[in-house]
């Protein structure tokens, strides 16, 4: 039955939420190893062998949130706080650039220092310095002025993971500042405005269930985004979840190739989540379909007041050796490091 419904997927990509849960639950080793091999040869015919990088800049670690699950919540006290001047983002490209990375993403809390003109500031100075890249922002929520300024300032795409489209699963990760409601609204609009968007939500977070999954394929069916951000949930020692159990590696491997199937020329990251729960994580990510991934551009010293969740894979490709060995891994894959922007392009079929 699950391996029918797999079939049903690849073939008609799309399933009702009946079926999204069957195909979850009904998952075995051998059947995942099915899904995988499909996912495969439709990354294969969209994108090749090419897996994109993205020069991760967390440029801000101040956040106005309080998300239950997420160390740089804003009552974490323990948190060094720290935000980067626009030279020394400036500087990451530059490196970045001579490494190969044609895509800078710009991610950062919701940090209230970085008002619409500083941030329209920023983003015109790295898109003058650096023309043939893409610049993707990743700050969160804002209205639809501050968005369309961006845009217009040369922000290309843009990442907002939807978390859990879930309304009721929403309110159990969040305080009530925050809704799914406004989440997705932020989407929609972010969409309209012409932005590559990016949702995503973490498996295994606290309280999900296998229906809340089901919910999110098809959130994401209808709003077809070019980029999906997945990764296990993973707790915190100074957030509310510290004592939670961590979402699983394999459960979020099959989501990414049951993603590949449903949305097949998606940008699909190997999250440093996946590479942070399992030394390989990534890989296994890209043999289960993902063809993107973001190593850590910011500088050194900063990077462990970044921490989104305990033990986060913390090296970066901010050396030629650290790019080499990313390399290295990507191609025990089979895949190749390509230097472009990648950015997203419709399934051949689709044109
Ligand atoms: N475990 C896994 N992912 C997390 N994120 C935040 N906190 C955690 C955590 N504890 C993810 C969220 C957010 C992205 C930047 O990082 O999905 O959107």
New binding site residues.
């Given amino acids: 039955d699950t391996e029918t419904l797999i079939d049903k997927l690849h073939r008609e990509r799309a399933l009702s939420g009946e079926e999204w849960v069957r195909v979850i639950d009904g998952r075995t080793p051998e059947t995942a190893e099915y899904l995988f091999g499909l996912a495969r040869q439709v990354r294969q015919a969209v994108y090749g062998k090419d897996v994109y990088i993205r020069g991760l800049i967390e440029f801000t670690n101040y956040c106005r949130n309080d998300?239950y699950?997420?160390?740089i919540r804003k009552s974490n006290s323990h948190v060094q706080r720290y935000r980067l001047s626009q030279d020394q983002i400036l500087d990451c490209c530059r490196q970045g650039y001579e490494l190969g990375f044609r895509t800078f993403v710009l991610?950062g809390g919701e940090d209230g220092w970085f008002t619409d003109e500083r941030m329209v500031c920023l983003i015109r100075s790295i898109k003058a310095g650096f023309p043939d890249c893409a610049l993707t922002l990743?700050i969160g929520e804002r209205g639809h002025d501050s968005y369309r300024a961006f845009f217009d300032a040369g922000a290309d795409r843009y990442l907002?993971?939807h978390?859990t489209s879930s309304s009721d699963h929403y309110a159990k990760l969040h305080p009530p500042s925050l809704s799914a409601a406004h989440r997705k609204a932020c989407l929609l609009d972010l969409k309209s405005i012409g932005y590559q968007v990016g949702a995503?939500?973490?498996v295994g977070?606290p309280f999900q269930e296998t229906r809340h999954l089901a919910q999110d394929m098809l959130f994401l069916k209808e709003l077809g985004p070019h980029m999906v951000?997945i990764?296990?949930?993973?707790?915190?020692r100074d957030?509310p979840?510290a004592g939670e159990e961590a979402?699983s590696l394999e459960l979020t491997l099959y989501m990414l190739g049951l993603l590949r199937l449903m949305l097949p020329d998606v940008l699909l990251p190997a999250t440093t989540?996946l590479g942070s729960i399992r030394d390989g994580g990534r890989e296994l990510g890209i043999l289960a379909g993902a063809n993107v991934v973001m190593p850590n551009l910011s500088p050194r010293d900063h990077r462990k007041d970044y921490s989104?969740?305990d033990n986060k894979l913390n090296t970066g490709a901010e050396s030629a050796e650290g790019l080499a060995d990313l390399s290295r891994r990507v191609e025990q894959t089979g895949c190749r490091i390509a230097v472009c922007r990648g950015d997203w392009r419709p399934c051949p079929d689709q044109e």
């Fill in positions: 998300c699950y997420c160390g991610q990743s907002l993971r978390e995503g939500f973490m977070s951000g990764g296990p949930f993973i707790p915190h957030t979840f979402g989540a989104l969740y």
